[in-house]
Antibody, heavy 119, light 110 residues
Framework: QVQLVESGGGVVQPGRSLRLSCVGS????????MHWVRQAPGKGLEWVTL????????YYADSVKGRFTISRDNSKNTLYLQMNSLRAEDTAVYYC????????????WGQGTLVTVSS | QSVLTQPPSASGTPGQRVTISCSGS????????VYWYQHLPGAAPKLLIY???QRPSGVPDRFSGSTSGTSASLAISGLRSEDEADYYC???????????FGGGTKLTVL
């Protein structure tokens, strides 16, 4: 069955960087658009970024534009999120998610990894 | 403020039918597919409805989705205690070039 497994979360100081990874299995990873979606404590779901199945297009939420970079390695079935200049408000559970098609919401979701930005 | 508007809460008794609304605009619900998710604390969001009304295999037919213009609805019939969760709608928004979510609706089974 479809599995998305995130890793790389942890505690990081404000202004520092962190890289999240997500490994996909059980589906044709290279045919799916891939997203990162986050949920801050006590808040709702917030979409962060999307990368096209072949990496040709990338979209970002205004709240992370210029600080976060999404990328993928289809040969390793792996999605990445490079997070720079982290702020306290970036504290959240980060979910990796997949969608079959371009401009649409996700179909499959991972279990999430917690990122805490604190001094 | 979320781009898609959902009521913050909904409730019903076991066996009842409840409906959760999701209001958007021509740049999102009016032009793109709506998705609905069920989210339990500590778990991954679960896809309930995709492409406005389609149900993934394994999702009971008690759950149904519909759209009309720039609004969408999720209906849950034969309410059960295990349906108590947060529910979110989502769609692509062409003006923002982003996926937009509703603020979420907390469903309580009384």
């Amino acid at each position: 069955q479809v599995q998305l497994v995130e890793s790389g979360g942890g505690v990081v100081q404000p202004g520092r960087s962190l890289r999240l990874s997500c490994v996909g299995s059980g589906f044709s990873f290279s045919s799916y658009g891939m997203h990162w979606v986050r949920q801050a404590p006590g808040k709702g779901l917030e979409w962060v970024t999307l990368i096209w199945y072949d990496g040709s297009y990338k979209y970002y939420a205004d709240s992370v534009k210029g600080r976060f970079t999404i990328s993928r390695d289809n040969s390793k079935n792996t999605l990445y999120l490079q997070m720079n200049s982290l702020r306290a408000e970036d504290t959240a559970v980060y979910y990796c998610a997949a969608s079959y098609g371009g401009k649409q919401a996700p179909d499959y979701w991972g279990q999430g990894t917690l990122v805490t930005v604190s001094s | 403020q979320s781009v898609l508007t959902q009521p913050p809460s909904a409730s019903g008794t076991p066996g009842q039918r409840v409906t959760i609304s999701c209001s958007g605009s021509s740049s999102n619900i009016g032009s793109y597919y709506v998705y609905w998710y069920q989210h339990l604390p500590g778990a991954a969001p679960k896809l309930l409805i995709y492409r406005n009304y389609q149900r993934p295999s394994g999702v009971p037919d008690r759950f149904s989705g519909s759209t009309s213009g720039t609004s969408a609805s999720l209906a849950i019939s034969g309410l059960r205690s295990e349906d108590e969760a947060d529910y979110y709608c989502a769609a692509w928004d062409d003006s923002l070039s982003a996926v937009v979510f509703g603020g979420g609706t907390k469903l309580t089974v009384l």
